[in-house]
């Protein structure tokens, strides 16, 4: 993809220039076109300085659901779209946002559709969005469409703060322990070692492999911005394999403890997008393509890439999860259950719901089980270093 300048007339004769993303020239004349617009110049652009680059998520989870909220409020009244979209211009307090909304207004008064609007700009507005509001204009009930996909997000924002409650703890705390007990290696033992060596007597084993990582510590300090570049350069190879990619999801899932965890979360995120795509009448192979798009681990992308290929050959979604241990034997029941019945957004409804329940008592559980073990874990590593300092200046004393 690269950006290219644009200069050229709409069909009132009106100037218009700007900045367009495309694949070739080709493609951003046809999208010029579909505007109305006749090119009169247009220049590729160096996209490694006009890319926007943003270091998070340039709207965040809740400013985006306010956002759909205030829409649907806006559209319900009977606003204008075009004129709902200039009062949450005016209201936001995003730079970033007001801009995309800008471009998404111009877009609007050039007889392009919104759910277009929105899938030029998929940093901000995600595919389901994009899906699910041409499925709200087509129907008319765009406003109840914008409501429900708030209700949506919101979900997925609370989910997303069930994980960082349940993880970010550990992590902490297992962070912390690696700090404290590199510092105490790096920088305190040191000051002891010369002491130790003009000590006579032999030091207990424990004092020598103490003595002995803190070698090992001071040689890898130097080390340490060269690790930090290997670990981000093996990232960005793991995403572009996707061989490898899928491996490590696979592992991740594996996990004990945790494995169980991560895949509930998945499984209610495939389950609420899903449910809510067909809840909308979005043809099945559809839904099911946009929700692999939506689901990020590659175990679960892959299942329902080949639910897919079944449901396109006339077969059922669970001839292909019967054949996976990561699906559970109430997913495939209650998937089986919706297919016959033809109430299968009901059944993904109710699972979502379930799921939902299971992952708070998880977190939960997990919380009370690894707090004590990682505060003790913690106390022994330092306990562990100042012992083989404190024990030998004891003895060294007790000499004297």
């Known amino acids: 993809?690269?950006?290219?300048?644009?200069?050229?007339?709409?069909?009132?004769?009106?100037?218009?220039?700007?900045?367009?993303?495309?694949?070739?020239?080709?493609?951003?004349?046809?999208?010029?076109?579909?505007?109305?617009?006749?090119?009169?110049?247009?220049?590729?652009?160096?996209?490694?300085?006009?890319?926007?680059?943003?270091?998070?998520?340039?709207i965040s989870s809740k400013d985006f659901v306010l956002l759909l909220r205030e829409f649907s409020t806006l559209i319900e009244a009977g606003i204008p779209i075009i004129d709902a979209v200039?009062?949450?211009?005016?209201?936001?307090?995003?730079?970033?946002?007001?801009?995309?909304?800008?471009?998404?207004?111009?877009?609007?008064?050039?007889?392009?559709?919104?759910?277009?609007?929105?899938?030029?700009?998929?940093?901000?507005?995600?595919?389901?969005?994009v899906q699910m509001t041409r499925v709200g204009e087509v129907s008319g009930n765009l406003d109840v469409i914008l409501d429900q996909m708030a209700t949506y997000y919101e979900k997925q924002y609370?989910?997303?703060?069930?994980?960082?409650?349940?993880?970010?703890?550990?992590?902490?705390?297992?962070?912390?322990?690696?700090?404290?007990?590199?510092?105490?290696?790096?920088?305190?033992?040191?000051?002891?070692?010369?002491?130790?060596?003009?000590?006579?007597?032999e030091l207990p084993l424990y004092t020598k492999m103490v003595l002995?990582?803190?070698?090992?510590?001071?040689?890898?300090?130097?080390?340490?911005?060269?690790?930090?570049?290997?670990?981000?350069?093996?990232?960005?190879?793991?995403?572009?394999?996707?061989?490898?990619?899928?491996?490590?999801d696979y592992l991740t899932l594996k996990i004990p403890i945790i494995g169980p965890?991560?895949?509930?979360?998945?499984?209610?995120?495939?389950s609420q997008t899903l449910g809510s795509l067909l809840h909308h009448a979005v043809p099945i192979l559809q839904a099911i393509q946009t929700t692999e798009n939506v689901v990020q681990n590659r175990v679960i992308k892959k299942i329902l890439h080949e639910s897919y290929q079944a449901v396109e050959?006339?077969?059922?979604?669970?001839?292909?999860?019967?054949q996976t241990s990561f699906i559970p034997p109430l997913i495939m029941e209650m998937i089986a259950v919706g297919e016959r019945t033809r109430s299968l957004?009901?059944?993904?409804?109710?699972?979502?719901?379930?799921?939902?329940?299971?992952?708070?008592?998880?977190?939960?559980?997990?919380?009370?089980l690894l707090e004590p073990f990682l505060i003790l874990f913690l106390a022994g590593i330092v306990g562990v270093i100042m012992l083989a300092v404190v024990i030998p200046m004891f003895q060294m004393f007790e000499f004297m």
Do not use: C
Request: glycine share 4%.
């Open 313 to 322: 050959k006339g077969e059922s979604m669970t001839t292909v999860m019967r």
């Open 86 to 129: 200039h009062i949450l211009i005016q209201q936001t307090t995003s730079k970033p946002l007001s801009k995309v909304l800008n471009s998404i207004k111009e877009l609007l008064s050039e007889g392009v559709s919104l759910s277009e609007a929105f899938n030029k700009y998929p940093k901000f507005f995600p595919l389901l969005l």
């Open 261 to 270: 965890f991560l895949t509930k979360i998945h499984l209610t995120r495939m």
């Open 1 to 58: 993809m690269a950006f290219y300048h644009y200069r050229g007339k709409n069909l009132q004769g009106k100037m218009k220039k700007g900045k367009l993303e495309g694949s070739s020239k080709d493609e951003v004349m046809e999208i010029l076109k579909s505007r109305n617009i006749t090119v009169l110049e247009l220049k590729k652009l160096n996209s490694i300085w006009h890319k926007e680059i943003y270091i998070k998520s340039p």
């Open 345 to 368: 957004d009901q059944m993904l409804y109710k699972l979502s719901t379930f799921y939902e329940k299971e992952i708070d008592d998880v977190a939960n559980k997990l919380k009370a």
């Open 212 to 248: 002995q990582a803190s070698e090992i510590g001071k040689k890898l300090i130097w080390f340490l911005p060269v690790m930090i570049f290997i670990v981000i350069g093996f990232l960005i190879f793991l995403d572009q394999n996707s061989k490898l990619a899928y491996r490590f």
């Open 158 to 201: 609370e989910l997303k703060q069930k994980v960082k409650t349940a993880l970010a703890y550990p992590l902490l705390v297992s962070l912390f322990s690696i700090v404290v007990s590199f510092i105490l290696l790096v920088f305190i033992v040191p000051v002891f070692e010369d002491l130790f060596r003009s000590y006579d007597q």
